[in-house]
């Protein structure tokens, strides 16, 4: 069974620059989570996703945080623009409801300078 | 104050040695998670536990829920346990989310 893609694996942009991530959980997991985890710190959850719908945004900076699932498999997180303090390592995971062991993917490691 | 709370923050044992992280947490919980969690790495879960025990290869987590406690235990530890252990709850007002320890970052050497 493959297990949470994620790409890219790194990333190094500017203070005001966007930035993509992709996310593709395993197949079948109805529940995505994007999570934010600061050096030093536990994952912060941003997002988590109900097939295409969105359960929990409550975390997410929407002024210049952005997240979609449109068909309900993979998901996109977007930052525009990003601050410094973005700087983190982008965790995404998905299981197969709400409340079930997530399985998670290898992870982002932005650095904005 | 922490919901979601482990020691030690540290652990530095020699190979061979039996390791334990301990977590307690104040609210009441649907289910525990152990994960693990290697530098530059993802997150893989180890346990997702909740009442007694569970054991997976040297790997043996327990949890107590009158006291809110939890503990992983590690047998005859190895330099490639070496990682962060970080112990999350599922809150009983919310199945969805997790409430995350800071974790206990774990270094065995040889």
């Known amino acids: 069974e493959a297990g949470v893609a994620q790409s890219p694996r790194y990333k190094i942009i500017e203070k005001r620059q966007s930035v993509a991530f992709w996310c593709n959980p395993i197949s079948g997991h109805a529940t995505l989570y994007w999570y934010q985890q600061i050096l030093g710190q536990g994952p912060k959850l941003l997002i988590q996703f109900q097939n295409n719908g969105v359960v929990d945004d409550s975390q997410l900076p929407k002024d210049r945080f952005s997240a979609e699932r449109l068909k309900g498999v993979d998901s996109t997180l977007k930052i525009q623009p990003a601050k410094l303090e973005d700087s983190a390592v982008y965790l995404c995971?998905?299981?197969?409801?709400?409340?079930?062991?997530?399985?998670f993917g290898p992870g982002t490691r932005l650095t904005v300078l | 104050k922490n919901e979601v709370e482990q020691s030690p923050q540290n652990l530095t044992a020699q190979e061979g040695e039996f390791i334990t992280i301990n977590c307690s947490y104040s609210?009441?919980?649907?289910?525990l998670h152990w994960l693990q969690q290697h530098p530059g790495g993802g997150i893989v879960s180890l346990f997702m536990?909740?009442?007694?025990?569970k054991k997976h290869g040297r790997l043996i987590a327990t949890i107590n829920i009158q006291e809110k406690h939890s503990s992983l235990h590690i047998t005859a530890s190895h330099p490639r346990d070496s990682a962060v252990y970080i112990c999350a709850v599922h809150p009983l007002d919310s199945n969805y989310q997790l409430i995350w320890g800071a974790g206990t970052k774990l270094i065995i050497k040889p």
């Open positions: 995971a998905s299981s197969p409801i709400p409340g079930q062991e997530q399985f």
């Open positions: 536990l909740s009442s007694g025990k």
């Open positions: 609210v009441g919980i649907s289910a």
